[in-house]
């Protein structure tokens, strides 16, 4: 293993690069469509509740552990678990890393169409329509030709190394993140029918809570869009300085997050409405038709509708798609890389290419399979891997880890009393609370 462990360079940096693997698809388009088929403003109400209650302890748990054994998640979790068994340690976080590469291998795909609808307004505008129309339509060969794409645009980031890849490109591609998504809301908003949508996304019908998966499905949006369960935030914490303020740089992570999030609802449900307006049929009995799967209908339709600003606003629009997609994609990579690395001795470039084979090879036999393993492994990996590695986490944390769990040391001297509170809700309350939205997630099916 090497003596030398890269690092983030900055506070910034690193509050960018982990709220780049917080914001990605699941946040810009997962939490709008989730709000609109679940009451819009009750079911902001219920997320920003069960953020602070739920999702952002679990995040301070994971990066708390990485932090404290600047490990990598495998090594880190061996380390924590080594009073109990360190077996234990590395079989879980062989198991989150499993869950790494089956997120990269349906969310590279989903990447894959984002980037291939971006390019296609691009080369309508350069005349090449033939190709506008390919890249515009699901197929086959799309698949096949873009997802490998997408997994190179990562492999070349990733190949750079922490500070000159992850931070760096994270720090150029958030900021336009952010100005583009400002961008294309402002515009929205001025359309016809935009203002039906934020008024159902700004006022909360508060009837609307006594629907019981109402809050079940806030808990779980909010749980993933914080990328929580895999490693990624966990390997992230790792490349910080030991004993850096987690609970500061949670707070920070988690509130630009949660910013990207709202803006996003602020933008994809008024172009739902906006949509709705010119004719184009979107709900029926207040559900989304297609659920998630109408960005690739509804929208390209309705920038059709706008005219020749439309193809712009589409550029605008799938570029930004694509550049979270990126983003998010980094950590969950990094976390099979981290371990050949550290563990395994493998050099960066040679540890990029085999985890890029890998997840192509994953991608490649779920889009021979797309009908069968697509949604399969979708569920397992938001319905079962996400909660379990969280639930384990709190138990780590809580109960498990004596040796250089700093947090639980300074809980019982109780020389501070809010951190003696803290580290009781981590040990009790959120064990039983994420245990509960399991439980409940699962009846549900």
Same mark, same amino acid.
């Given at each position: ?10 506070? =910034? ?27 819009? $403003?009750?079911? !902001?109400?219920?997320?920003?509740? @069960? ?14 552990? $990485? ?21 234990? *340690? ?12 089956? /997120? ?7 990447? *894959?169409? /984002? ?82 949508? @934020? ?30 369960? @895999?490693?990624?935030? /966990? ?38 409405? %906006? ?37 712009? !606003? ?8 694509? /550049? ?30 085999? %985890?890029?084979?890998? %997840? ?14 697509? *949604? ?13 590695? $969280?639930?384990?986490?709190?138990? %780590?944390? *809580? ?29 009790? !309350?959120?064990?039983?609370? =994420? ?11």
């Amino acid at each position: 293993m090497s003596t030398t462990r890269d690092s983030f360079q900055s506070r =910034l940096g690193f509050i960018l690069a982990a709220a780049g693997s917080a914001i990605g698809l699941g946040n810009i388009w997962g939490f709008p469509t989730q709000a609109a088929n679940n009451g819009g $403003g009750a079911f !902001v109400f219920v997320y920003l509740i @069960v953020t602070v209650l739920l999702a952002l302890p679990a995040l301070y748990a994971e990066m708390y552990i $990485g932090n404290q054994a600047q490990k990598n998640p495998v090594g880190a979790l061996q380390d924590a678990c080594e009073d109990v068994s360190r077996n234990l *340690g590395k079989y879980a976080g062989l198991f989150g890393l499993l869950g790494a590469i089956l /997120m990269l291998s349906f969310y590279t795909i989903v990447a *894959g169409w /984002m980037l291939a609808h971006a390019l296609s307004p691009l080369m309508e505008l350069i005349g090449f329509t033939d190709a506008a129309i390919w890249l515009g339509e699901s197929s086959h060969a799309r698949n096949l030709a873009f997802t490998p794409v997408f997994i190179i645009l990562g492999a070349l980031i990733i190949n750079q190394g922490v500070s000159k890849g992850i931070e760096r490109w994270s720090s150029r591609l958030m900021p336009i993140l952010f100005v583009l998504l400002i961008g294309l809301i402002i515009y929205i908003l001025q359309q016809p029918g935009a203002n039906e949508g @934020v008024a159902m996304y700004l006022q909360p019908d508060f009837s609307q809570l006594q629907d019981p998966m109402l809050i079940i499905s806030a808990m779980g949006q909010a749980f993933f869009s914080l990328s929580i369960g @895999v490693g990624g935030m /966990m390997v992230y914490g790792s490349y910080m300085k030991k004993n850096a303020n987690m609970g500061q740089l949670v707070i920070s992570i988690g509130a630009l997050d949660t910013l990207i999030a709202f803006l996003a609802g602020l933008l994809i449900i008024p172009t739902l409405f %906006v949509a709705q307006h010119l004719g184009l049929e979107v709900f029926a009995d207040g559900k989304l038709i297609g659920g998630p799967q109408l960005i690739f209908s509804i929208l390209p339709t309705l920038f059709d509708s706008m005219g020749d600003i439309g193809v712009y !606003v589409a550029l605008v629009f799938f570029s930004l798609m694509s /550049m979270a997609a990126l983003t998010s994609t980094l950590s969950s990579t990094e976390v099979p890389v981290a371990y050949l690395v550290e563990d395994k001795s493998y050099s960066r470039s040679k540890a990029t290419i085999l %985890v890029s084979l890998i %997840v192509l090879t994953a991608c490649m036999t779920i889009v021979y399979n797309f009908d069968s393993l697509f *949604g399969l492994i979708i569920t397992w990996v938001n319905t079962f891997q996400l909660p379990i590695m $969280g639930l384990f986490y709190f138990i %780590v944390v *809580g109960w498990i880890w004596k040796r250089g769990n700093q947090l639980a040391d300074q809980a019982l001297l109780a020389s501070k009393p809010s951190l003696k509170l803290w580290g009781n809700y981590l040990r009790y !309350v959120c064990p039983i609370l =994420l245990s509960i939205v399991f439980i409940s997630v699962i009846m549900a099916l």
